[in-house]
């Protein structure tokens, strides 16, 4: 309580493990998604590689 109470990015960081505990533990091979567009979990995936690398984020006027 004392960590998740010391600011406000330690408060964010919890409640997004908690919230990829959660998937892990609903979501398996046979799972199928539909995701908005907006939604928090597609923004992560999207930054992510089919490998689970991390893309890095690109700067603004990057058009690469």
């Known amino acids: 309580a004392e960590a998740y109470n010391s600011s406000d ?3 964010q960081f919890y409640e997004f493990l908690k ?3 959660m998937y892990q533990s609903i979501l398996d091979k046979e799972t199928m ?4 567009t907006d939604s928090d979990l597609f923004k992560y ?3 992510m590689t089919p ?8 700067r603004s006027g990057d058009n690469r």
């Open 33 to 36: 998604l539909i995701l908005t």
């Open 19 to 21: 919230s990829m505990e």
């Open 9 to 11: 990015e330690a408060r």
């Open 45 to 47: 995936l999207k930054g």
């Open 51 to 58: 490998d689970g690398d991390v893309i890095p984020a690109q």
